[in-house]
């Protein structure tokens, strides 16, 4: 709890520091409304406040946060992802979403062994992109690069090779386009029965390729079998690789936070990209 209360209050000021003095109302008016039993907090607790429980024989979960806009943004993700492998969603109020629990709900971080990992969520992110392009609004990958064209506090040859490669990278991006989860790192995987299922989309158009960065743990191996199971040439897979690090990095700063680990893995990766500078 800590660790979201510092998030919260980082991010968010006085509204976050509001927002956590409010919590045990909100989720006794949703607990009421929604008529849920047994609900406790799950851990660890990050960015968002989450409890699971029971609404009558159904496992559910509950997610609260005080980004209001973020959490309807999510809802409509995953109700454009319905029914192409993302968990259920049971209801939405302001700032709150009530979803499908994941059964036994394993992190595909957590499974053995590693190799197999990648090539699950590979499978997950072809089930995903069959989706229809929804008619709500989302947000393109491009204005997310944006963020990339703006002063940061990070160092400028990395930042500038991300321009770079960006401006290069995007004059030969494929016209093919999908609705992405955007943020599919390896814990927003869960297993549900005998299949796998997403949590936390983002919801982001772009092309496909966007989405494998999140959920690569070994860039040395898992880079090349993404390339390889999506047919996409390896030196592209690299270099947007490495424009998301230095992106993720970027975001890191804009809400007060700690940017080192998507730079480490941006210089590690940086070696293997043979052109474009």
Same mark, same amino acid.
């Given at each position: 709890?800590? /660790?979201? %209360? ?9 509204? @976050? ?11 006794? +008016?949703?607990?009421?409304?929604? =008529?849920?039993? =047994?609900?406790?907090?799950?851990? &660890? ?19 609260? +946060? ?37 059964? &036994? ?5 957590? %499974?053995? &062994? ?8 590979? @499978?997950?992110? $072809? ?17 997310? !690069?944006?963020?990339?064209?703006? +002063? ?10 991300? %321009? ?5 990278? !995007? ?5 093919? /386009? ?7 790192? $390896? ?7 005998? =299949?796998?299922?997403? #949590? ?23 880079? $090349?079998? *993404? ?9 592209? *897979? ?7 690090? #230095?992106?993720?990095?970027?975001? $890191?700063?804009?809400?007060?936070? =700690? ?12 070696? %293997? ?5």
């Amino acid at each position: 709890m800590e /660790k979201l %209360r510092h998030n919260i209050i980082k991010i968010y000021g006085s509204r @976050g520091e509001d927002w956590l003095v409010r919590l045990p109302q909100i989720v006794a +008016s949703l607990k009421k409304d929604w =008529d849920l039993s =047994d609900l406790k907090a799950l851990s &660890p607790l990050s960015y968002s406040y989450v409890l699971e429980g029971m609404r009558g024989q159904v496992p559910i979960v509950v997610k609260l +946060s005080p980004d209001i806009a973020l959490i309807e943004k999510e809802a409509q993700a995953l109700e454009a992802f319905k029914g192409f492998g993302a968990v259920s969603l049971l209801g939405c109020e302001k700032g709150a979403l009530l979803l499908e629990k994941a059964v &036994p709900g394993e992190c595909l971080k957590n %499974r053995k &062994p590693q190799e197999s990992r990648i090539e699950i969520a590979c @499978g997950v992110i $072809q089930r995903l992109h069959q989706a229809p392009l929804p008619k709500e609004p989302f947000p393109s990958i491009e204005a997310w !690069m944006a963020t990339l064209d703006s +002063s940061w506090s990070l160092p400028q040859e990395l930042l500038q090779r991300a %321009r770079l490669l960006k401006m290069q990278l !995007m004059k030969s991006a494929c016209a093919h /386009k999908v609705l992405l989860h955007g943020d599919l790192h $390896q814990d927003n995987i869960l297993s549900h029965g005998n =299949d796998w299922v997403v #949590i936390d989309p983002k919801g982001v158009i772009g092309h496909p390729l966007h989405e494998l960065w999140a959920c690569v743990e070994d860039s040395l191996q898992d880079l $090349q079998f *993404v390339a390889c199971y999506f047919n996409y040439p390896l030196q592209e *897979v690299l270099g947007w690789y490495y424009v998301h690090l #230095i992106l993720a990095a970027c975001w $890191q700063l804009e809400d007060g936070l =700690d940017s080192n680990l998507f730079l480490t893995r941006a210089k590690d990766i940086l070696p %293997r990209i043979e052109f474009y500078f």
